[in-house]
């Protein structure tokens, strides 16, 4: 860290000066060619549907909550994300809210992109000639939640099979939707005021696969209703299912329905339960065979997966005998329970094979036919883990993350998926916690570690130290585990003293035994932290001194001399609504902060005074590397700089001049939510996303 430091003492004489210019001129920022990709992890994010072109063998496109959509690539036996042209800007539209593939041309594929109902983006829909290798947007807007309740659903986006460029949508909020021209004019359905649960509305929609104009849709907690004149106007279906979670339409007319109390069909006008006999009662996934009518699979939805098959319509059920063969190495014995499987599809081109996908994973079976059938999980490409934290220290590995529902890993390869996670839940040697909301290192012992974590499900978490570079941890034996800890800071000097904020019991508490005994902090706002999702890092430790901490809030720096337990205010001259504060190893009182619209912030002398970093106009990330030849600082900003130009940049002389890195094709733009610079390699940077994981930039 010397060379950090002398880097540092020499440019803080012009600093100021080259901020003043900065602000005086407007900058024309050169781009650095850059390679970006995945880390590869595995999965990790719950895969809504998979759907089966019936017109191209092997042609198969995947539907995600929070990740987007993605095409198999049988030659290589990767999935392709199709989703990356997207800006952060149009975040949403990595939620996937409905996928339907055109009967007619097996080129065409469009999507209803949406994540959340909330976002001041609306959800749309998108049309593709090309499999998804560009996007055009249609003009349908409506609130979508790909990451909604009952997103496991049957798709709300359907085409009919007779007549061309007749599509509907069921949405969730807005009624069910119509076009008759293959989606260049919309008209909502009058004849359909149906109310079911709020939020979720329309779930599923299938025209009949026999009678030409017949479609059907279904409304959980109302009902199926039916139509005979391609959605122009509907009736409700007596007797019908209440609560159906998807259909599926048979070439002999019938139509079949999986629903949280069983599964059922439709013959002749009139529905019938067929629920395979037993006890389980929640269906979700379910699938026709293309080439006999009336083989049909069903799959329930629960902590692990119940498979039947049917050969005669559904009446009489055989429970098909399954094997998982993984091979994402950290993936837990639970996991490969097929959890909460969701889409089910028989490929329609090779007989006996089966896709089917889970909260983690998407699976493909061989043949069925098999006693037992295995089921192999193929996860090359496929990235969907929202990332809480990322660390890259000069020592170790090169990437250490904290990811949310399993963990996070110390990624000792970045093109191979990690051999286990940091807990025991997934082949690690440490505690678990289902979210490592963050983790972190010592700036003067850099293979000193830590990390703190949540579990959501139960309103629990804990923290866990490392001194051999994340392999082993141990955990905090004096923490509460009811507090909930957020964030932590280690101390620059001694990897005992550590620092945290916590959700309950706030604002959070100090250690300087590493973790055996805890004091409560002072002088701090209670509710620092204010929910399990809070992506923003406002605690640091100095850089240089020790047991010396930096907390911002509400404009204002508090600094603690004593190893985080007493705070006081240091400085009411920050901006508001900080996403970054980052302190420089090896280097004393060095500050700087992100404040997303208010740009980038400096300090040199412990945030007793601040700078504005006058050619950032936005800072939504920022992150410190290792500078170039291993002397002095790279600077790394995703946000935007004066002049309104938007993107990821690097810097090598403390902000006064930036280069553009980022790639127009891939602007990494899934809710960027975290970012680390190498620490060991200069010019490589990471970037965590709300869904489709760790991506890595390198110079070409």
């Not at 990390?451 to 955990?475: E, F, H, L, Y």
């Not at 205010?569 to 190893?585: D, E, F, I, N, Q």
Request: charged letters at 15%.
């Amino acid at each position: 860290m010397q060379g950090v430091k002398a880097y540092c003492v020499r440019l803080m004489s012009v600093l100021a000066l080259g901020l003043l210019r900065a602000c005086a001129m407007a900058q024309v920022v050169p781009h650095i060619p850059y390679s970006w990709r995945n880390v590869a992890i595995g999965g990790g994010g719950y895969v809504l549907d998979v759907v089966c072109s019936p017109l191209k063998r092997d042609l198969v496109y995947l539907r995600t909550d929070v990740g987007g959509f993605y095409r198999w690539n049988s030659k290589r036996s990767t999935w392709v994300p199709l989703n990356d042209g997207f800006t952060s800007q149009q975040s949403n539209f990595y939620g996937g809210e409905a996928l339907a593939v055109d009967p007619f041309r097996a080129d065409t594929v469009y999507v209803a992109a949406g994540k959340d109902l909330w976002s001041s983006t609306l959800g749309a829909i998108f049309k593709s000639t090309d499999e998804g290798r560009h996007w055009q947007q249609l003009p349908l807007h409506l609130p979508m939640g790909g990451n909604a309740d009952d997103r496991w659903a049957g798709s709300r986006l359907a085409l009919s099979p007779f007549h061309r460029g007749v599509i509907l949508f069921g949405s969730r909020e807005s009624g069910l939707w119509r076009s008759v021209d293959g989606g260049r004019k919309w008209n909502l359905v009058s004849t359909l005021n149906t109310h079911g649960i709020a939020n979720i509305g329309f779930n599923s929609v299938v025209f009949s696969a026999k009678s030409p104009s017949e479609v059907y849709a279904s409304v959980p907690g109302y009902g199926v209703c039916v139509s005979q004149n391609d959605g122009a106007t509907w009736k409700v279906m007596p007797k019908s299912p209440i609560h159906v979670e998807r259909m599926a339409a048979s070439p002999t007319g019938a139509v079949y329905a999986s629903a949280t109390d069983g599964v059922y069909v439709l013959r002749h006008g009139e529905w019938s339960d067929i629920t395979p006999p037993g006890r389980q009662r929640r269906f979700c996934g379910i699938s026709i065979s293309p080439r006999h009518p009336h083989e049909v699979l069903a799959a329930t939805q629960s902590s692990h997966l119940r498979l039947f098959k049917t050969h005669d319509g559904g009446r009489s059920w055989s429970l098909v005998p399954f094997s998982v063969k993984s091979t994402v190495p950290w993936y837990a014995q639970s996991m490969l329970q097929l959890r909460q499987v969701a889409g089910l599809a028989i490929d329609p081109f090779t007989p006996g094979k089966v896709w089917l996908t889970d909260w983690y994973a998407v699976y493909s079976c061989d043949d069925d036919r098999l006693r037992p059938a295995v089921f192999e999980n193929h996860e090359n490409g496929h990235e969907e883990v929202v990332v809480f934290s990322l660390a890259a220290p000069p020592n170790g590995p090169p990437l250490l993350s904290g990811v949310a529902d399993v963990d996070g890993f110390r990624h000792s390869s970045l093109t191979r998926f990690p051999n286990h996670g940091y807990g025991d839940w997934y082949h690690g040697h440490g505690p678990t916690y289902g979210d490592t909301d963050q983790i972190t290192w010592c700036a003067g012992s850099p293979q000193n570690l830590a990390r703190v974590g949540v579990r959501k499900w139960n309103d629990t978490g804990g923290g866990a130290s490392s001194s051999d570079g994340g392999r082993t941890w141990n955990s905090f034996t004096g923490l509460n585990p009811a507090a909930m800890p957020e964030r932590i800071a280690i101390s620059a000097k001694d990897p005992k003293c550590m620092a945290l904020l916590t959700l309950h019991q706030g604002p959070g508490y100090a250690t300087t035994d590493g973790g055996k005994t805890w004091q409560k902090m002072k002088g701090l706002p209670l509710h620092i932290v204010p929910s399990v999702w809070y992506w923003k890092i406002p605690l640091a430790a100095d850089g240089e001194r020790s047991h010396v901490f930096y907390l911002c809030f509400k404009g204002t720096l508090y600094r603690s001399t004593d190893g985080g337990v007493t705070w006081k205010v240091r400085s009411k001259a920050v901006p508001y609504g900080v996403t970054a504060l980052v302190t420089t190893p090896g280097v004393a009182d060095d500050i700087w902060i992100a404040a997303a619209d208010r740009g980038l912030w400096h300090s040199n002398n412990g945030g007793r005074t601040w700078q504005p970093v006058g050619s950032v106009k936005a800072a939504s990330l920022f992150a410190e590397g290792i500078g170039a030849h291993g002397r002095g600082l790279a600077l790394y900003l995703y946000g935007s700089l004066e002049g309104g130009q938007q993107g990821i940049f690097i810097s090598t002389d403390l902000g006064q001049t930036w280069n553009e890195i980022d790639a127009d094709s891939q602007p990494v733009g899934d809710v960027p939510e975290c970012m680390a610079g190498s620490w060991s390699r200069f010019g490589q940077v990471f970037i965590g996303t709300n869904g489709r994981g760790v991506f890595v930039g390198d110079a070409k």
